[in-house]
């Protein structure tokens, strides 16, 4: 089969690799008929992870069933499904609690001690091959595969987006403990903070502010009813007290990550988190959902080299705020937001900027890393002509 392969820093094409195949009987199939590139699959595209060379990324993924091993009970061959990006048992003390970004079965124990979680196609998350590809193995499919209703070819576009960001948006809007009618402040307007801003307004936010440096990302921003900060102007905190009283906001959501970077270019790690504690008012909540890795040997900067940023804890703690983090444990959202979309309350296929066969792949991963104008949100079809 065809597949995107990592081959180093800023080296991906697509290869020959072996077909995708049942390695248990509670595994299944899928041929994929739509998979994404992700905002973090540039981190390890940039080599900024200790992803090994030869992985197949992707975990952003939606396909047909065509293969189903024998322990598996309610998936078909022939149905549409989509898969969260990352990858649970179902059975294990975290996936129990709902937790299933931090899998205690699939986890790979070798990466850091304590490690729990697992995803497609990802560094540090266990040995499975990503969906940029034709074909791709579903380990514990019944839990893994949610079953799509009958307008899953109609809404394909926007139902591929439960696989991670639309559901990573609502987490951490719920991690910032978002309550109708409350002030949000966003960082990021990439395809997550977009994705927050969305569940922002179906939870109904009195105000949604979004903050970046890119126009075409703040015009989408502001086509959902948000407020567009302009973060160059590097005033963003005085900003958000003017528009609210002089409060700050109700909670904040931390959708970047630690490759953010100033208004000059220059790469800050810890620059959007303490702006969050400034912008946000005291005993607010921030969300982070933004990837931070536990070290990042390419780091210039010496702290980040280590996984850790100069953090203001002292204002943090004055202002009495308090903060949820991690991946998104999508199955907790999944079904009900897919409800959303079954009824036209959602569409967040509304941000995808570019739809391209998979041989279009490494091209498309080089304009989205550039942040080139344009470049929102790429969506790839594996069997296209």
Same mark, same amino acid.
Not at 210 to 215: E, G, N, Q, R, W
């Given at each position: 089969m065809k597949a995107l392969v990592y081959h180093g820093p800023k080296k991906v094409s697509i290869d020959s690799v072996p077909d995708s195949k049942l390695e248990k009987q509670t595994d299944v199939i899928i041929k994929l008929t739509t998979t994404n590139i992700?905002?973090?699959? +540039?981190?390890?595209?940039?080599?900024?992870?200790? #992803? !090994?060379? /030869? =992985?197949? +990324?992707?975990?952003?993924?939606?396909?047909?069933? #065509? !293969?189903? /091993? =024998?322990?598996?009970?309610?998936?078909?061959?022939?149905?549409? #499904?989509?898969?969260?990006?990352?990858?649970?048992?179902?059975?294990?003390?975290?996936?129990?609690?709902?937790?299933?970004?931090?899998?205690?079965?699939?986890?790979?124990?070798?990466?850091?001690?304590?490690?729990?979680?697992?995803?497609?196609?990802f560094a540090g998350m266990g040995p499975y091959s990503g969906g940029q590809a034709e074909y791709l193995r579903v380990p514990y499919a019944d839990f893994n595969c949610l079953q799509l209703p009958e307008d899953a070819t109609e809404k394909e576009k926007d139902y591929v987006m439960l696989?991670?960001?639309?559901?990573?948006?609502?987490?951490?809007?719920?991690?910032?403990?978002?309550?109708?009618?409350?002030?949000?402040?966003?960082?990021?307007?990439?395809?997550?903070?977009?994705?927050?801003?969305?569940?922002?307004?179906?939870?109904?936010?009195?105000?949604?502010?979004?903050?970046?440096?890119?126009?075409?990302?703040l015009a989408l921003a502001k086509q959902l009813g948000a407020t567009p900060i302009d973060s160059s102007d590097d005033n963003v905190s005085e900003q958000i007290r003017e528009l609210t009283k002089g409060l700050g906001a109700d909670c904040g959501a931390e959708c970047i990550g630690y490759q953010c970077h100033n208004s000059k270019g220059k790469e800050v790690p810890n620059m959007v988190m303490n702006a969050l504690v400034d912008a946000v008012k005291a005993t607010g909540t921030l969300g982070v959902v933004g990837v931070f890795i536990p070290q990042d040997p390419k780091a210039d900067d010496a702290l980040e080299k280590k996984g850790q940023i100069a953090f203001d804890m002292g204002k943090f703690w004055f202002k009495g705020q308090k903060m949820g983090t991690g991946q998104c444990n999508v199955k907790a959202y999944n079904r009900r937001l897919m409800d959303l979309i079954h009824h036209g309350k959602a569409n967040p296929s509304f941000l995808i900027s570019h739809e391209l066969p998979l041989a279009q792949a490494p091209e498309a991963y080089k304009h989205f890393d550039n942040r080139d104008e344009g470049w929102t949100k790429v969506i790839l079809h594996p069997h296209a002509a």
């Open positions: 992700c905002g973090s699959d +540039l981190h390890m595209y940039e080599g900024r992870t200790d #992803v !090994e060379k /030869g =992985k197949i +990324l992707g975990h952003e993924n939606l396909g047909e069933v #065509v !293969e189903v /091993g =024998k322990a598996v009970d309610s998936v078909k061959k022939g149905m549409k #499904v989509v898969l969260p990006f990352n990858i649970g048992c179902g059975f294990c003390a975290n996936c129990e609690r709902g937790l299933t970004g931090f899998c205690l079965t699939c986890a790979d124990p070798s990466v850091m001690p304590g490690m729990a979680g697992a995803a497609y196609g696989s991670d960001i639309f559901p990573t948006g609502w987490h951490s809007t719920r991690l910032a403990d978002l309550k109708p009618g409350e002030s949000i402040l966003i960082y990021g307007a990439g395809p997550v903070g977009l994705m927050a801003a969305l569940s922002a307004k179906i939870q109904g936010a009195s105000q949604i502010f979004v903050v970046d440096h890119k126009a075409d990302r």
